[in-house]
């Protein structure tokens, strides 16, 4: 068989998006078997998940994420704002819903945030609050447990070590008495005012660029602890680049988070095999996205310097 694949990103969080939009290409267990072979660092393609875009009977389309490891996600924060893209582009919009696992979210186009970077909002908005500042593990960490539906752990900290972040990661993914499911796992050091490091575990992936659920997690996380303020706009570091993330109380204890960010297009590629021989995989080059690559590049040098300078 032969179909298109377009990798993307939001935040340096990369991805390989595929189109099923008219028909469905794969059977269930397929996808876990290209999610193995695709993002794998050391194969043709790498990425931390692929994306299958889909029709949907409600929504303006449907959104489906696996990681690495082959484990459907409820949610991605920036894959949202990827496919929320692609699908303004195919059905020629500028807003979108997508149905999710596990709810819905509307995509808007956004107001670049950096010159020539195209940007999505996605909001997140099927949230739940588990627990706040629990000690969890052999350490001084305080956790808020927070369900975006996927579900994250949160903990401010006064710097960012990945080295216990991944070890704290792999313990609570390890630990199906106390995470049934598993839990991508953020480490958020408050830098001034409204702007916040994030640093995410993610699970089925490990150690990530950026985690859009986990920014949006520890950006709501930081207005329930007092450091900032609902309806007020954050600015979000990463490793992969900045998202700006706005939480919002929208009724009695119910929240979203608008989440918004690059959604930048790499390449788009061909891919041709059958998945009885999956040792014959050929990759035919079609387009490169090189402005888009070299702006997003400029963006980081941009947002370095403001950091570190």
Same mark, same amino acid.
């Given at each position: ?25 794969f ?25 299958? /875009? ?16 082959? =484990? ?34 509307q995509?808007i ?23 706040t500042?629990?000690?969890? /593990? ?6 808020n447990?927070i ?26 993914n390890?630990?199906?008495?106390k ?15 409204? =702007? ?22 520890s ?33 009695r204890?119910?929240?979203?988070? /608008?989440? =918004?960010?690059?959604?930048?297009f ?8 059958? /998945? ?34």
């Open positions: 068989m032969q179909f298109n694949v377009l990798k993307c990103h939001g935040s340096g969080n990369d991805f390989i998006l595929i189109n099923e939009y008219e028909k469905s290409l059977t269930e267990q397929q996808r876990i078997v290209l999610s193995n072979i695709f993002c794998n660092r050391n194969g043709i393609l790498g990425a931390d998940g692929i994306l299958f /875009f889909q029709s949907s009977k409600t929504a303006d389309g449907k959104m489906r994420i696996f990681n690495s490891d082959g =484990s459907e996600a409820e949610i991605c924060g920036n894959g949202l704002r990827c496919v929320g893209r692609f699908a303004c582009e195919l059905l020629d919009k500028d807003s979108v819903i997508l149905e999710t696992l596990k709810g819905y979210s995509v186009k956004d107001t670049d945030i950096y010159e020539n970077i195209p940007t999505y909002q996605a909001e997140l908005n099927t949230i739940s609050l588990l627990e500042e629990q000690q969890l /593990f052999a350490n001084d960490l305080l956790f447990t369900n975006m539906p996927n579900p994250h752990l949160v903990a401010i900290v006064d710097d960012i070590s990945d080295s216990e972040l991944e070890k704290v990661g792999q313990l609570a390890k630990s199906p008495a995470f049934p499911n598993g839990t991508n796992v953020n480490f958020c050091k408050i830098i001034n005012s409204n =702007s916040i490091y994030v640093r995410t575990y993610e699970r089925g992936v490990g150690l990530t660029n950026s985690c859009g659920s986990g920014m949006s997690a950006a709501l996380t930081t207005c329930l602890l007092g450091y900032n303020s609902f309806n007020e706009s954050i600015n979000v570091y990463n490793h992969g680049g900045l998202v700006i993330c706005t939480p919002k109380l929208t009724d204890d119910k929240y979203s988070v /608008f989440l =918004s960010g690059n959604a930048t790499m390449f788009r590629n061909s891919i041709k095999f059958e /998945f009885s021989n999956l040792d014959d995989i050929t990759q035919y080059f079609g387009k490169v996205f090189v402005d888009e690559i070299q702006n997003y590049g400029r963006f980081i040098e941009h947002f370095d310097k403001v950091m570190f300078n």
